[in-house]
């Protein structure tokens, strides 16, 4: 069974740092991509960062980029999100999602991160991010 648990949400001031963990089960490790999307109440998915474990190539949203790092850790399973210089509009509940080789998920969700389409069917439960201005 596929399982995300994504962790490292909290509230913080503008500038702050962030670094959110996804730790998941061992069929993630058969990936083909992970990543993190965002969404606030009342707003659309937003793709956020995108990474090919095999390769380790990473994409993100221009709304990110040169702020966000994702990075993975393929013998603990997990997959991370540090987030410097972070700003109110950051502001979301953060998930973290993953495309299973082989796997038949029940829902699909698929998002651009920055110009590449990314498709997850695996997510987890979210971790709240708040920034303060």
């Known amino acids: 069974q596929v399982q995300l648990v994504e962790s490292g949400g909290g509230s913080v001031q503008t500038g702050e740092s962030l670094r959110l963990t996804c730790l998941g089960s061992?069929?993630?490790?058969?990936?083909?991509?992970m990543g993190w999307f965002r969404q606030s109440p009342g707003k659309d998915r937003e793709g956020v960062a995108g990474?090919?474990?095999?390769?380790?190539?990473?994409y993100y949203a221009d709304s990110v980029k040169g702020r966000f790092t994702v990075s993975q850790d393929n013998a603990k399973k997990m997959i991370y999100l540090q987030m410097n210089s972070l700003k109110p509009e950051d502001t979301a509940m953060y998930y973290c999602?993953?495309?299973?080789?082989?796997?038949?998920?029940?829902?699909?969700?698929?998002?651009?991160?920055?110009?590449?389409?990314?498709?997850?069917?695996?997510w987890g439960q979210g971790t709240q991010v708040t920034v303060s201005s």
């Open positions: 999602a993953a495309d299973v080789r082989g796997s038949r998920p029940t829902r699909t969700t698929v998002l651009m991160v920055g110009d590449r389409p990314f498709r997850w069917g695996f």
């Open positions: 061992e069929y993630t490790n058969q990936s083909n991509s």
């Open positions: 990474i090919f474990p095999g390769a380790g190539t990473t």
